[in-house]
T-cell receptor, first 117, second 116 residues
Framework: AQKITQTQPGMFVQEKEAVTLDCTYD???????LFWYKQPSSGEMIFLIY??????QNATEGRYSLNFQKARKSANLVISASQLGDSAMYFC??????????????FGKGTKLSVIP | DAGVIQSPRHEVTEMGQEVTLRCKPI?????LFWYRQTMMRGLELLIY????????DSGMPEDRFSAKMPNASFSTLKIQPSEPRDSAVYFC??????????????FGQGTRLTVV
C-alpha cells in the first residue's frame, strides 16, 4: 500500500484565490511527521511546512497552512491568496518514527498546481 | 550557508561509463540522503547516512550503484557501469536532529543525469 497518496495529479486555481491540495497517509507508527515541498519548473525542492503527529495545532507558515486531520490520516496543504509564482509541483512527504533510523522521507507522486491570471 | 551543493548540475554520458555525483551537505547537518526522481517512479530514497555511516541502503537499485561519505562535508554516488534506465534527476539532501523528530530535509539543486 502507498504510504502517501496525492489524488490530484493537476489543479487549477485563479490568482488570489485559495486552493487546497490533498494528501492522505498510511502509518501505524504513533510518531510521525508530515511535510510539504514545492518543486518549481527550475527543479529544486523547497520545504514549505511541517506537522508533527503530536502537534495539537495545525501548522501555518505565511500563506501556507496544513489542515491536519489525524483520525482521517489526512494532511492537506492550503495555499491562501494564490500567486502566479505558486505554479509548481507540490509533494507531500512523511517521516515515520522518531529514532535515529527514521529520518528518511517517503514522498507522494505530487500535484501540479497551475495558477491562472 | 550556501545550502546543499551538488555537482555536476547536468551530466550526459554514454552507456557503460562510470558516473560520479557529488554532494556537499549543509555544515552541521548529520543526516545525508540521496534521492532519485523519475516521471515513472517519482522521488525514491536510494540511501542515507547518519554521521557519515550508511544507515539504510535498501533503495539502491543494484550493485552498480554505490555511495560513500568519507567525511561530514562530502558524499558521492557512483554508478558503474551506467545504463540508459539510470537517466533521472538525482538529489542530495541533508538534515539534522532537532530533538523532536520534525526535521525537514534541505535539498540540493539536483543532478540531471542522461545516459545515452
Amino acid at each position: 500500500a502507498q504510504k502517501i497518496t496525492q489524488t490530484q495529479p493537476g489543479m487549477f486555481v485563479q490568482e488570489k484565490e485559495a486552493v487546497t491540495l490533498d494528501c492522505t497517509y498510511d502509518t501505524s507508527d504513533p510518531s510521525y511527521g508530515l511535510f510539504w515541498y514545492k518543486q518549481p519548473s527550475s527543479g529544486e525542492m523547497i520545504f514549505l511546512i511541517y506537522q508533527g503527529s503530536y502537534d495539537q495545532q495545525n501548522a501555518t507558515e505565511g500563506r501556507y497552512s496544513l489542515n491536519f486531520q489525524k483520525a482521517r490520516k489526512s494532511a492537506n496543504l492550503v495555499i491562501s491568496a494564490s500567486q502566479l509564482g505558486d505554479s509548481a509541483m507540490y509533494f507531500c512527504a512523511m517521516r515515520e518514527g522518531s529514532g535515529a533510523g527514521s529520518y528518511q522521507l517517503t514522498f507522494g507522486k505530487g500535484t501540479k498546481l497551475s495558477v491562472i491570471p | 550557508d550556501a545550502g546543499v551543493i551538488q555537482s555536476p548540475r547536468h551530466e550526459v554520458t554514454e552507456m557503460g561509463q562510470e558516473v560520479t555525483l557529488r554532494c556537499k551537505p549543509i555544515s552541521g547537518h548529520d543526516y545525508l540522503f540521496w534521492y532519485r526522481q523519475t516521471m515513472m517512479r517519482g522521488l525514491e530514497l536510494l540511501i542515507y547516512f547518519n554521521n557519515n555511516v550508511p544507515i539504510d541502503d535498501s533503495g539502491m537499485p543494484e550493485d552498480r550503484f554505490s555511495a560513500k561519505m568519507p567525511n561530514a562535508s562530502f558524499s558521492t554516488l557512483k554508478i558503474q557501469p551506467s545504463e540508459p534506465r539510470d537517466s533521472a534527476v538525482y538529489f542530495c539532501a541533508s538534515s539534522w536532529d532537532r530533538g523532536r523528530g520534525g526535521t525537514e530535509a534541505f535539498f540540493g539543486q539536483g543532478t540531471r543525469l542522461t545516459v545515452v
